[in-house]
């Protein structure tokens, strides 16, 4: 009996997991997840959750609704990897040996690095408690001036920032505190996007609603007596509510079996998601340092390669599945309207479709359905 053991279940590990469980009934295997946490979010929800109270049974679910009985659910975190006796040291103390292994840590938010977020006036929203720190800090705002910056990058989801500074104008319109309000949007950048053709759509925005951009924009640190947040370059600008996105890192399990580059990311072949120079072993999500943005639909598009591979693999062929790059990011530019944008490693994003459209904005809205139902279960 061979094991298949994925270590980490967020959404990349618990899809991989049911997929594999589903193709690999008749072979004479064991998928066995490893994964601390019970529950998964949908993190998407953070870009409104700061700006109104959703039920939490709406976004987060308990493992046992989204991953399959087929599964081996080890709830302990795997301490170290030795990659050349094939064994997982875990933190309940038992050692667990696989024949194939898939990476699927994702991001740490590394906020502690930052010393900043224990301020009343700093936030951010890609975590739980911290979005509903910030719902609060919202809530209570009467007017003055809003920044929004990431710290580092990449981090997960390059639109969540502009996207949540869209909805934090249409908030403010819609509370009567845009006159008392001004929004500044700071990037490393010299446009507000990555990307430039997306770019000018984001601008445009940014323009229309006299949201100010910010550019080149490095982040070092907060002066947090002054409200100062402060620029490698040493720019200095004001705040009276500052929104900064944690610095991402890999997280300790990667760095420490010496499987990290830098940031403590793996770094995989872009094409068939095997880890370089280790065998056996395959990397996906967001702890990888892949060239695509760090989503749950590039995962998503990029969990059929593996599991080809991991397939041909253990039949013993060689993994020749190639994944190109592909994936979809819906990015919101209000409460209800979003632009639809592809991808892939040969062209950069472009917008598809009509743009703006109230359509998409419902989609992605609703989107969470198709996630909990469909896409984590693997069935999509
Ligand atoms: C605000 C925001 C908006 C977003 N919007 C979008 C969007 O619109 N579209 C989109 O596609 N994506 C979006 N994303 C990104 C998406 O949520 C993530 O890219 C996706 O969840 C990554 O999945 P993952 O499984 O790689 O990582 P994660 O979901 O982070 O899961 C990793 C798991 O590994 C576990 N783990 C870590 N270390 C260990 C260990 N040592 N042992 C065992 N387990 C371990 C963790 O507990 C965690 O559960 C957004 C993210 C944020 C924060």
């Known amino acids: 009996m061979k094991n298949i053991v994925i270590v980490g279940g967020g959404f990349a590990g618990i899809s991989i997991a049911n997929k594999l469980a589903k193709k690999l009934r008749r072979k004479d295997a064991k998928v066995i997840l490893i994964e601390p946490k019970e529950i998964n979010i949908y993190e998407p929800q953070f870009v409104f959750l700061g700006f109104k109270n959703t039920p939490q049974s709406k976004f987060i679910k308990p493992m046992n609704k989204v991953l399959s009985g087929k599964v081996n659910w080890l709830r302990t975190t795997a301490l170290k990897i030795d990659s050349e006796k094939r064994t997982i040291a875990l933190a309940n103390g038992d050692t667990l040996h696989y024949d194939y292994i898939v990476l699927a840590t994702g991001a740490k938010m590394d906020v502690e690095s930052v010393n900043a977020y224990d301020d009343e006036n700093i936030h951010?929203?890609?975590?739980?408690?911290?979005?509903?720190?910030?719902?609060?800090?919202?809530?209570?705002?009467?007017?003055?001036?809003?920044?929004?910056s990431p710290t580092t990058v990449p981090y997960k989801c390059p639109p969540a920032p502009a996207e949540f500074t869209f909805v934090l104008e249409k908030f403010l319109r819609q509370r009567n505190l845009r006159d008392k309000t001004t929004i500044k949007y700071l990037y490393p950048l010299m446009r507000p996007y990555p990307e430039p053709r997306v770019s000018e759509k984001v601008q445009k925005n940014f323009d229309e609603r006299g949201i100010e951009f910010g550019e080149f924009f490095n982040y070092e640190t907060v002066d947090k007596k002054n409200s100062k947040i402060i620029s490698l370059e040493g720019e200095?600008?004001?705040?009276?509510?500052?929104?900064?996105?944690p610095p991402h890192k890999?997280?300790?399990?990667i760095i420490e079996s010496g499987l990290g580059d830098?940031?403590?990311?793996?770094?995989?072949?872009?094409?068939?998601?095997?880890?370089?120079?280790?065998?056996?072993?395959?990397?996906?999500?967001?702890?990888?340092?892949?060239?695509?943005?760090?989503?749950?639909?590039?995962?998503h598009f990029a969990s059929d390669a593996l599991i080809k591979n991991l397939i041909l693999e253990i039949d013993g062929k060689e993994p020749t599945k190639k994944y190109n790059g592909f994936t979809v990011c819906f990015v919101v530019t209000s409460f209800r309207r979003s632009l639809l944008l592809v991808f892939s490693y040969k062209y950069p994003p472009r917008k598809i479709g009509l743009h703006n459209l109230f359509l998409y904005g419902l989609f992605k809205k609703s989107f969470k359905i198709v996630y909990f139902k469909a896409l984590i279960r693997g069935y999509l």
Do not use: W
């Not at 509903?132 to 001036?145: D, I, P, S, V």
């Not at 200095?236 to 996105?245: A, S």
């Open 236 to 245: 200095e600008i004001d705040y009276d509510l500052l929104v900064l996105i």
């Open 250 to 253: 890999g997280h300790k399990v």
């Open 262 to 299: 830098r940031e403590g990311f793996v770094s995989a072949n872009k094409f068939t998601l095997k880890v370089n120079d280790h065998e056996n072993m395959y990397a996906i999500g967001d702890c990888t340092n892949l060239p695509i943005s760090k989503s749950g639909a590039a995962a």
């Open 124 to 148: 951010h929203f890609y975590l739980l408690d911290a979005t509903k720190k910030l719902q609060e800090a919202l809530k209570n705002f009467k007017g003055g001036t809003i920044v929004i």
